[in-house]
């Protein structure tokens, strides 16, 4: 093999590697699967505003609905990878955050006297979690790639 091959060999490992990258992240910002995940996190978030027999259909459906497009999300996944350590802190990091966002959103509603504050933070959390996921997309494509590399 002469290094003319053998780079020839690496530059089409590197480009198959960019590839799956990408369709890896293409499927994983899918717009269906982003709205699924919204409904269930306006679901779950709602559900405080809610009487008791209610608030617990909403919170179960909210999670089947969350949980059930997770589990079809991955199995029609064309690249399947494990979850490394950053992404799965990135992830986290965004978790939080979207919690921390909602509970801020809640205790505003609350002072200022609106009423279904938990509605109200629910709606802005989700639509917050749509605008935040295309925003971060180009941090969390480096993220993934960065882990490929290192």
Known sequence: MTP????TALNAIQHRQEQTYDAYMRHAY???????????LFAVCSSFDLPNPWNTAAVLGGNALALGGLYVHQRRAAVRRKLAAPEALFYAVAGMALLAFFWAMAITAYFLGLPARHTLAAAATALVAVGASY???PFAENVIRRKGHG
């Open 30 to 40: 899918s717009r269906p699967y982003l709205i699924v995940s919204a409904l269930g």
């Open 4 to 7: 003319h091959d053998a780079q």
């Open 135 to 137: 925003a971060l997309r």
